[in-house]
């Protein structure tokens, strides 16, 4: 089981992840709704896993996940994007980040990530 | 697909009532029978498909076998028209007859009425019977919208995939100035500029919002609203991912939404209207030039 903080401007999107990793025995123990949000809640939940959405108002996903990585380079990041997102998602990975999901979400895909970087 | 569009047409021409078309919607669960597939198909005429199930109601033998004894099937015919046994249009048509709203010959009078009110091509009405919807959507569509086309086609496959597989899409038209109830909007940007947006009345929209967050919404709230935005950030997100290996590179901004004002272009606005459970939305979208919002 892992403690996760999900991050992504969608309300709609928080709750289809939340669901599915709740169903599958992880932990959700805070949602932020930009970057800052992400980096606040980030410093006070300390999660074991971070899933961060790109495309967000305020502060977008990559800046977010390059602060995260300054305050912890261990940070476990995992990238949500909706499909087509190449260029960022490699930018992303030379970021730091561990993994990616791709939108709209599919359980299997999810849970295999979450499971393999726990 | 062409169900709905059939059922829609004989509403209006007051050939069936609400609660019949309701009905037929319900009982098009079991196959065509093969007289009713080789009428439609051609292959027969109403008079020798009626002969062949009076001669199979005294002979134990099945239609297909009876129609080659007789000399009006060839045996692949009859394995043609087997395969076509599950096909949505044929299963409308047998449920009509089912029912007894009518009978063949006068399904088929409909139907080339259907063809020549909606200005429907041979090759049109075969897609429509199709059911297939790459086929169907250049019917109401013009594809060849650049750069437009397919994200058109790609948004009405996602609803299809996502939120409903029983849409009826409307001639597509193009104004400069559109106002709407309520809208979910992206904008694309990169080498082309892209809007990307969902308009209607809130009961319309609801019937995106709902489905796509698999949660029951009552108003257009904040979160409905969210959903539709959310709906139309993946269907963007994969046709940036399809036109990227056409070396095109689009990304998406963080969608938005709005109630009760006009959008204005100086280019075009593509109006695609989509029925969904009886309730229209809009889809718009506009390329490569500047959305006002006022």
Known sequence: ?118 | MFGLYFGDYLLEKNKISHDQLDEIMKEQTSRAKLGVIAVAEKLLTPKQAEELNDLQKKVDSRFGDIAIEKGYLLPEEVNYLLTLQGNPYLKFIQALIDMNIMNLDEIESCIEDFKNDYGLSDTELEALKSGDIDRIIPVFIDNNIPFAGDCISLVIRNIIRFINNNILIKKSYKVNKYSFPSIAYQQLVGSHELFVGLAGEDEALLNIASPFAKEKFLVMDEEAFDSVCEFINCSNGLYASKIITDDIHIDMTPPKFDKNKTMETEGEIHVVPIIICGKRTDLLVVVDKKVEIY
């Open chain 1, 1 to 118: 089981m892992a403690k996760i903080l999900i991050v992504d401007d969608s309300i709609t999107s928080r709750k289809i992840l939340k669901n599915i990793l709740i169903e599958n025995g992880h932990e959700v123990i805070g949602e932020a709704i930009n970057g800052e949000d992400a980096i606040s809640k980030f410093k006070e939940l300390n999660p074991d896993i971070v899933t961060m959405d790109i495309t967000m108002p305020v502060m977008d996903g990559l800046e977010a996940l390059k602060k995260i990585m300054e305050i912890n380079n261990s940070a476990k990041v995992v990238m949500v994007t909706a499909a087509g997102q190449k260029t960022k998602i490699v930018d992303a990975v030379k970021y730091g980040a561990v993994e990616f999901l791709t939108k709209p979400f599919e359980s299997e895909q999810i849970i295999g990530i979450i499971n393999k970087i726990q």
